[in-house]
Each structure stands twice: as structure tokens, then as C-alpha cells.
């Protein structure tokens, strides 16, 4: 079964505009990444958030994570056409599951 | 991070054929995974691939149907069997160094099953 749960599954934005994904999962972490996917090719990572951080930047990304909600977010700042991808987080240590996903689309 | 090929990256098969496909990392990884994702779905872990021992399968993927093969800690083998139509999907081979660390993954092998 899938640890992670996206919300939401499809998200549109203007170009420019600031996109937040969040995802749920159930049971105690020490980490959780986050993946980007462009139109069915191989995954790529953006970031490994550990269980005592509760936030990280990289470029125009900012995760958080807050334990106690098990919850994570993903914040894409002035969004590009080339964001437009399906985002996937990710829990586990030795084997990693993955959530269902948000499509992300931006609009020119 | 890892930079991991896969071969072949498509191939379209005939029903009741095998396919085995490669995976190749570019540094020794204690961890390699196999997943599979179909058609507008997400990933789903397919199964452990250890190095010099079976493989580790997660529920509802089997050795008969999806033998593993890990020959050394850069290299792997997931062979699909006897493929049906719905055994199209994205196989995806993924690498770590250890446990807690960063996962990579590799391109995707896209098969369809004809």
C-alpha cells in the first residue's frame, strides 16, 4: 500500500503564480523526498527533508515538514512552463513508497 | 548522486514473451530497487534486487514472474515473463548508498505488451 498521499492530484496555475503540494502519510518517518516527473520519464530528485528539519530551500523550492501532523509540503515559487510535471513524495529508508501525485500544470 | 542507464528504453513485445532489462550505475550502491509504473499511476515497488542473493519481492510480485538478477553492486537484471498486455508499463531501476539515503533513479524502461 502507498504511504503517501498528495493533495491535491491536478493543480493548474498561471506562469509566475506560486504552486503548494501537499502531501499526507501515516506512519513515523526519519525522511521523506520529494520527486519530479516530466511526461512519463525517469524521476528526479528535489529534495530529502529528515525527521528533524522542518524545513529546506533549494532554488525556487521550500518543503517543510511538520512530524506531529505527518504532513509535508512542497512550494514551487514564480512558477515556469517547464515546472509542468507530476510531483511525487516518498517515505521510507531501505525502501521508499511512493504517493499517487500531483499533476502539476502551468498555463502560459 | 548516481548516474544509472537502462537498457533497452522501450521495446514493444509480444504477448507470452520475456523481457530481461539492465540496469547500470556508475558507482558501487549497496541498494537497488525495481519498480513499476503504469499508465498514468504512480510508483510501485516491485522488489529489492541484493547482491549475491534472491531478490526481496513485495507483495503481489513474484520470482516466477519477475526474476532478478544481482550480479555485483553496480549491476542488475529485471526480466518480465511471460508478458501480457497488462504488464505495460514503465520499469524503473533506482540506486542508494545506504538506508536513509538519497534514492536515484534511472530512466525507465517503457514496454509494451502487444
Known amino acids: 500500500s502507498q504511504q503517501g498521499e498528495e493533495d491535491p492530484q491536478a493543480l493548474s496555475i498561471q506562469e509566475g503564480e506560486n504552486a503548494t503540494m501537499n502531501c499526507s502519510y501515516k506512519?513515523?518517518?526519519?525522511?521523506l523526498q520529494w520527486y519530479r516527473q516530466n511526461s512519463g520519464r525517469g524521476l528526479v530528485h528535489l529534495i530529502l527533508?529528515?525527521?528533524?528539519?522542518r524545513e529546506k530551500h533549494s532554488g525556487r523550492l521550500r518543503v517543510t515538514l511538520d512530524t506531529s501532523k505527518k504532513s509535508s509540503s512542497l512550494l514551487i515559487t514564480a512558477s515556469r512552463a517547464a515546472d509542468t510535471a507530476s510531483y511525487f513524495c516518498?517515505?521510507?529508508?531501505?525502501?521508499?513508497?511512493f504517493g499517487k501525485g500531483t499533476r502539476l500544470h502551468i498555463l502560459p | 548522486s548516481a548516474v544509472i542507464s537502462q537498457k533497452p528504453s522501450r521495446d514493444i513485445c509480444q504477448r507470452g514473451t520475456s523481457l530481461t532489462i539492465q540496469c547500470q550505475v556508475d558507482?558501487?550502491?549497496?541498494?537497488m530497487f525495481w519498480y513499476r509504473q503504469q499508465p498514468g499511476q504512480s510508483l510501485t515497488l516491485i522488489a529489492t534486487?541484493?547482491?549475491?542473493?534472491?531478490?526481496?519481492?513485495e507483495s503481489g510480485f513474484v520470482i516466477d514472474k519477475f526474476p532478478i538478477s544481482r550480479p555485483n553492486l553496480t549491476f542488475s537484471t529485471l526480466t518480465v515473463s511471460n508478458m501480457s498486455p497488462e504488464d505495460s508499463s514503465i520499469y524503473l531501476c533506482?540506486?542508494?548508498?545506504?538506508?536513509?539515503?538519497?534514492?536515484?533513479f534511472g530512466p525507465g524502461t517503457r514496454l509494451t505488451v502487444l
Open positions: 533506482s540506486v542508494a548508498r545506504g538506508p536513509g539515503d538519497t534514492q536515484y
Open positions: 506512519t513515523s518517518i526519519n525522511n
Open positions: 527533508i529528515r525527521s528533524n528539519e
Open positions: 516518498a517515505t521510507g529508508d531501505d525502501k521508499i513508497i
Open positions: 558507482s558501487q550502491v549497496t541498494m
Open positions: 534486487a541484493n547482491q549475491g542473493s534472491e531478490a526481496t519481492y
